[in-house]
């Protein structure tokens, strides 16, 4: 194990114990969940892969994997600066670390795989991402995590099937945002 990766962990462990374990939930917060469910994410940035929209982290990741297939992550980086971050990223088929918002320039990358439904229902119907979803009582803390569950049913998402659509068929019935047409043309923004 690296030393960067020893160094989140030891606080993310440090945070975790800082909030109250609540009624209701069997994890305190998103630092205990990923320290007990989280795996490190490492590899070399792919040159071919475009950049997305910094700053937009859950958002790149859930286009980037439609357009792709590929896994979504969601869990703690280091930055480039050093700062521990909330941050959410993809994987390839083999687990390789794929960050287009930082094009894989962080120090280490733990996270958690979750469903690119999951992760699309809890950006637009809940409070932003997946482990931060306050609004809604923090739905992935109540139960104890055996693993995301892929056949659950979520809500259907105009914003995906689009995506889906454009991957089948090139269709250009919607306007994508800039960053998806810069990806659909292979090009960086």
Same mark, same amino acid.
């Given at each position: 194990?690296?030393?960067?990766?020893?160094?989140?962990?030891?606080?993310?462990?440090?945070? &975790?114990?800082? #909030?109250?374990? +609540?009624?209701? @939930?069997? *994890?305190?917060?998103?630092?205990?969940?990923?320290?007990?469910?989280? %795996?490190?994410?490492?590899?070399?940035?792919?040159?071919?892969?475009?950049?997305?929209?910094?700053?937009?982290?859950?958002?790149? &990741?859930?286009? #980037?994997?439609? +357009?792709?297939? @590929?896994? *979504?992550?969601?869990?703690?980086?280091?930055?480039?600066?050093?700062? %521990?971050?909330?941050?959410?990223?993809?994987?390839?088929?083999?687990?390789?670390?794929?960050?287009?918002?930082?094009?894989?320039?962080?120090?280490? #990358?733990?996270?958690?795989?979750?469903?690119?439904?999951?992760?699309?229902?809890?950006?637009?119907?809940?409070?932003?991402?997946?482990?931060?979803?306050?609004?809604?009582?923090?739905?992935?803390?109540?139960?104890?995590?055996?693993?995301?569950?892929?056949?659950?049913?979520?809500?259907?998402?105009?914003?995906?099937?689009?995506?889906?659509?454009?991957?089948?068929?090139?269709?250009?019935?919607?306007?994508?945002?800039?960053?998806?047409?810069?990806?659909?043309?292979?090009?960086?923004?």
């Amino acid at each position: 194990m690296n030393g960067i990766l020893e160094e989140l962990k030891e606080m993310l462990e440090r945070v &975790a114990l800082q #909030y109250p374990l +609540l009624p209701g @939930l069997v *994890y305190r917060s998103p630092y205990d969940f990923v320290l007990q469910h989280g %795996v490190e994410y490492a590899g070399p940035w792919d040159k071919t892969m475009p950049i997305g929209v910094q700053k937009q982290c859950y958002a790149n &990741a859930i286009t #980037y994997g439609v +357009l792709r297939d @590929l896994k *979504y992550i969601e869990g703690f980086a280091v930055a480039p600066d050093g700062q %521990v971050i909330l941050h959410g990223w993809n994987a390839g088929p083999r687990g390789e670390l794929i960050d287009v918002t930082w094009a894989n320039t962080g120090l280490c #990358y733990f996270g958690v795989e979750f469903s690119i439904e999951r992760a699309d229902d809890a950006t637009w119907n809940g409070d932003a991402h997946v482990l931060n979803d306050e609004n809604r009582g923090y739905p992935l803390f109540q139960q104890r995590w055996p693993g995301e569950n892929y056949s659950l049913p979520w809500p259907y998402s105009d914003r995906l099937e689009c995506l889906r659509e454009h991957k089948r068929t090139g269709s250009k019935k919607y306007t994508p945002p800039p960053t998806v047409v810069a990806w659909l043309e292979g090009r960086e923004t």
